[in-house]
């Protein structure tokens, strides 16, 4: 069973750049038809899907994001990386790396991690 794991600090400070790691266990991120996605919940408000890195390593973000937001992967540690520039208050939320299988949707989610911008 695939288990996914969020690290990374829980408080940056405005201006400066998020960094979050995703691990993954007991599936690899290169495999066929899946493909992974960093998710996040703002405090009170909903879901909000902020990119994804295709198991061929190709990239889609959001585009209220995109000016801000990188995903990266590496395969030899069975990781894949967001980062965030440029932070504001506004980036507060839990954020949540998840697997996705082509044609299902999202399947497997870590257990999320709080990140706070704050001075």
């Known amino acids: 069973q695939v288990r996914l794991q969020e690290s990374g600090p829980g408080l940056v400070k405005p201006t400066q750049t998020l960094s979050l790691t995703c691990t993954v266990s007991?599936?690899?991120?290169?495999?066929?038809?899946?493909?992974w996605s960093w998710i996040r919940q703002p405090p009170g408000k909903g879901l909000e899907w902020m990119g994804t890195?295709?198991?061929?390593?190709?990239?889609n973000y959001s585009p209220s994001l995109k000016s801000r937001t990188s995903i990266s992967r590496d395969p030899s540690k069975n990781e894949f990386t967001l980062q965030v520039t440029s932070v504001t208050p506004e980036d507060t939320a839990v954020y949540y790396c998840v697997r996705s299988e082509v044609g299902w949707g999202p399947r497997d989610w870590g257990q999320g991690t709080q990140v706070t911008v704050s001075p």
């Open positions: 007991g599936g690899s991120i290169t495999a066929n038809y899946y493909y």
């Open positions: 890195i295709a198991d061929s390593g190709s990239t």
